[in-house]
């Protein structure tokens, strides 16, 4: 992290001073981004002057001392309070009373180590992120005593890195990781539950809603040995917060040393760097398929009934189904069996599929079976929606569907942020956006499928399961139904 700060730093015109602690361990740091430059002009994207510049004004610093001429100090040293601490306490003592001191933290409170200086409004979080020449966002962090002024100057500095600056309050996470916690917690939940694979899941989320990585890949990614004390760590802060609950599994992995793919096994295997991953079971071969009957209750019945007839189904249209019919249920937040045992349907003959989103923009259909489900109506509905080659994944009954509990999860999530004021709407969109790559803003997604049926989704799933983390925020609720994504007001 150190290094792309230095390089960004430099890059921008900045006069760069580095200092480890470790022997030589700036030199190392400097002769690597030097290495990187060199790359990066012979692929055309640097010419031979600008890198030389840049070499020009990036140095290493003996002695802590010597940062006395600094107007902006970045740390980006060890995440540990006490570490932080001591480091700010003794530049206070070497740099000028109107020095800029920032620290490089992504889970500790500014405030927390800020306690002990002199001069607390001089100092400010500036949270990069990796890799940070990429990473195009910056969250600017004020601690309960920082100036405005210097928040003011640090989002100035960090445009004229090229980079994108977002302004959070200083509470857990802060933006991006406070926002992240729902897509994978969630994802977690639904493996423990025993509902689908860690690859299914994958193959739902990127298909159905347009994530570049599934979150066990990105797990994979970034490591258990990062994310999972993150969650950890957002988790506590917030007392306990039932939304932010850590997993056993995340947590026994990491034990085991199964982190990811920098050791080569985390959800995934891995060989020269790719996942291993399972081929997707074949779709069943149905002779005959039996007539359908689409619950009067169903969530987009008119599209469902369009699908049905473009596949070639032959529609029920009566009351109730017929004794052979294959009977389609598509609920909001609720399981299947609780469908089939309300509207007094044959659960043998009752399947489940996800309409949240507009069957038209995804790649992927998403069936759920119950307890009771013959095999060969379940072999039959998928082999039903799979007519037109789209894919098709079948889960085991749960309250919600994968992409129903995680959408809803982010959307409730953002909303709460949003109602504590940690941030303007404008930048947790933008931030999600650039840091954690979501094809939409949180905001954003909750309008494309509807905030009213986030909000069914949520109210039916704290039915079903009777646990907190499914209360919908405040904000969700009054926004529902005008709207979430109104990036014109603040929150």
């Known amino acids: 992290m150190g290094r792309g700060i230095a390089q960004l730093a430099a890059q921008a015109g900045s006069e760069v001073l580095l200092f480890d602690n470790q ?12 290495a990187q430059w060199d790359r990066l002009c012979e692929k055309g994207r640097m010419d031979a002057a600008t890198v030389a510049a840049c070499k020009d ?10 940062l006395a001429p600094c107007t902006l100090v970045i740390e980006a040293i060890v995440e540990r309070l006490d570490a932080k601490q001591g480091l700010f306490a003794a530049l206070e003592g070497i740099v000028a009373d109107s020095a800029v001191l920032a620290t490089n933290t992504s889970s ?35 601690g309960l005593q920082t100036d405005t002024q210097a928040c003011g100057a640090l989002t100035a500095y960090v445009r004229q890195m090229g980079h994108t600056p977002v302004q959070a309050s200083d509470t857990p996470g802060f933006i991006v990781n406070h926002a992240g916690r729902g897509y994978g917690t969630e994802a977690l939940r639904i493996v423990g539950e025993n509902i689908a694979d860690f690859a299914t899941i994958d193959r739902i989320l990127k298909d159905q809603v347009g994530f570049k990585l599934g979150p066990f890949e990105l797990m994979d990614l970034t490591a258990l040995d990062v994310s999972h004390p993150v969650m950890e760590s957002v988790y506590r802060q917030y007392y306990e917060e039932p939304r932010y609950r850590p997993s ?54 008119p599209q469902l009934l369009q699908l049905l007839k473009k596949l070639g189904a032959q529609i029920e249209t009566g009351q109730n189904p017929s004794p052979a019919a294959l009977t ?59 007519r037109d080659g789209k894919a098709v994944s079948v889960i085991r009954d749960s309250g919600g569907f994968v992409t129903q509990r995680v959408v809803a999860t982010i959307v409730n999530i953002a909303a709460d942020m949003c109602q504590q004021a940690i941030c303007t709407p404008q930048d947790l969109e933008l931030a999600v ?22 909000l069914e ?35």
């Open 457 to 491: 989704v949520l109210f039916n799933m704290q039915t079903v399961y009777g646990d907190p983390r499914y209360r919908p925020s405040p904000w969700l609720r009054r926004r529902g139904a005008i709207g979430l994504s109104l990036l014109h007001e603040e929150a």
């Open 57 to 66: 004004r990036l140095r290493c610093a003996d002695t802590l001392d010597d």
């Open 433 to 454: 956006k650039l840091g954690l790559g979501y094809p939409l803003g949180p905001l954003e997604m909750g309008d494309r499928y509807g905030p009213t049926n986030v």
């Open 248 to 301: 056993v599994i995340t947590a026994q992995r990491l034990a085991g040393g199964v982190v990811g793919r920098k050791v080569g096994q985390g959800f995934y295997r891995y060989v020269d760097g790719k996942a291993e991953l399972a081929p997707e079971p074949p779709t069943p071969q149905v002779d005959t398929l039996p007539p359908v009957w689409v619950s009067q209750r169903a969530a987009r019945k």
């Open 108 to 142: 500790l409170s500014v405030t927390a180590i800020a306690a002990g200086m002199k001069r607390p409004q001089r100092f400010a979080g500036l949270h990069f992120f990796n890799p940070v020449p990429l990473m195009k966002v910056v969250e600017v962090i004020a």
């Open 23 to 34: 022997p030589q361990a700036s030199e190392k740091a400097r002769a690597e981004v030097c």
């Open 328 to 386: 389609l249920v598509a609920p909001l937040g609720f399981d299947v069996t609780t469908m089939a045992v309300v509207e007094r349907l044959d659960p043998a003959r009752t399947v489940g599929i996800d309409m949240l989103v507009d069957d038209d923009t995804t790649r992927r259909r998403v069936l759920a079976t119950n307890p009771a489900t013959r095999p060969d109506m379940r072999d039959a509905a998928h082999a039903l929606m799979a």
